[in-house]
Nanobody
Framework: VQLQASGGGLVQTGGSLTLSCAVSGLTFHWHVIGWFRQASGTEREGVSCIGVENTSTYYKDSVKGRFTISRDNSKNTAFLQMNSLTPEDTAVYYC????????????????????WGKGTLVTVSS
């Protein structure tokens, strides 16, 4: 199983980036896809997730209205559109897949995803 996150980079405050997560080796549409991030010196936190067949979504409070998660089951790929970025969004972003729920319990506490990819660095300059 491979999860490849891409799309990170350096952007100014107020800018936008779209992260992609290309998944292989599993039945994509059976799995919840989650995006997590970890800033230097901090613990990992859940950012957003999307359920199978786009049935549900979750967003961390601080990204609501700015980030949009989506998935294309025909291409085994998930996306995280990030707008109005601030320096507080600077982190390594990871995508993960799991046969689990897409909800606050998973994203804020359990983090019980089955597969994790390597991260992509997002840096927002002030």
């Amino acid at each position: 199983v491979q999860l490849q996150a891409s799309g990170g980079g350096l952007v100014q405050t107020g800018g936008s980036l779209t992260l992609s997560c290309a998944v292989s080796g599993l039945t994509f549409h059976w799995h919840v896809i989650g995006w997590f991030r970890q800033a230097s010196g901090t613990e990992r936190e859940g950012v957003s997730c999307i359920g199978v067949e786009n049935t549900s979504t979750y967003y961390k409070d601080s990204v609501k209205g700015r980030f949009t998660i989506s998935r294309d089951n025909s291409k085994n790929t998930a996306f995280l559109q990030m707008n109005s970025l601030t320096p507080e969004d600077t982190a390594v972003y990871y995508c993960a897949a799991g046969i689990t729920s897409c909800d606050a319990d998973v994203m804020e506490t359990k983090f019980n995803m089955d597969y994790w990819g390597k991260g992509t660095l997002v840096t927002v300059s002030s």
